[in-house]
């Protein structure tokens, strides 16, 4: 099995610009979550899915950053205008949900650089 | 509110000594508490949880309800240990997970 798929790895962008990033999570898996993790600092919740609606978003900084999680699998993450303090490492992650482990799986991560 | 704190952002233990990784918790509750660990270029992945009870490559952590603690142990440090470790606390509501700041550990030759 692939685990939960990210991209892209890498981004470098120019402040203001916009960008977005992609998640699979594991087949089956109704929860999924995106975190952001600065340097040196513990992963962060931005937003998570209990299929395709967004049960906790308190942290998502909605001026600049939406999700969404069309029927209810893969899920995107988008940022406009990316600013300077939003080069970090953007998670992904998938549980079960309600009928499985209370575990989480992450993806590789995709680390944004904004110049 | 629910914390984690790791009070150790850095940790260096000789390979073949002891070593613990501290982990205490905030929450007006039962949590469920977990050790997720991030090898070099690898994602974080799941290392042991509390209620499974088990050893994961020679770790053990112990659900200290009196001290609100959770600390890592393992007897007898591996270079491949080296890692960065996370704490993390899952409340109530299921599916809610909440981590520490990490403890980088490097275990020397």
């Known amino acids: 099995e692939a685990g939960v798929v990210q991209s892209p790895r890498y981004k470098i962008i120019e402040k203001k610009q916009p960008v977005a990033f992609w998640c699979n999570p594991i087949?089956?898996?109704?929860?999924l979550y995106w975190y952001l993790q600065n340097l040196g600092q513990g992963p962060e919740l931005l937003i998570r899915?209990?299929?395709?609606?967004?049960?906790?978003d308190s942290q998502l900084p909605k001026d600049r950053f939406s999700a969404e999680r069309l029927k209810g699998v893969d899920s995107t993450l988008k940022i406009q205008p990316a600013e300077l303090g939003d080069s970090a490492v953007y998670l992904c992650?998938?549980?079960?949900?309600?009928?499985?482990?209370?575990?989480?799986?992450f993806g590789a991560g995709s680390r944004l650089t904004v110049l | 509110a629910q914390r984690v704190t790791q009070p150790e952002k850095l940790l260096s233990v000789f390979k073949g000594a002891p070593v613990e990784l501290k982990c205490n918790y905030s929450?007006?509750?039962?949590?469920?508490l977990f050790w997720y660990v991030q090898y070099s270029r690898q994602r974080l992945q799941l290392l042991l949880r509390?209620?499974s009870r088990e050893s994961i490559k020679g770790f053990t952590a112990d659900l200290n309800k009196g001290e609100t603690s959770f600390h890592l142990k393992k007897p007898f440090a591996q270079e491949e240990d080296s890692a960065m470790y996370y704490c993390?606390?899952?409340?109530?509501?299921?599916?809610?997970?909440?981590f520490g700041t990490g403890t980088s550990l490097t275990v020397i030759p």
């Open positions: 929450y007006s509750g039962s949590p469920e």
């Open positions: 899915y209990e299929n395709e609606e967004a049960v906790d």
């Open positions: 087949s089956g898996h109704n929860t």
């Open positions: 509390h209620i």
């Open positions: 993390a606390l899952s409340g109530r509501a299921r599916n809610q997970f909440y």
């Open positions: 992650a998938s549980s079960p949900g309600s009928s499985g482990a209370n575990v989480l799986t």
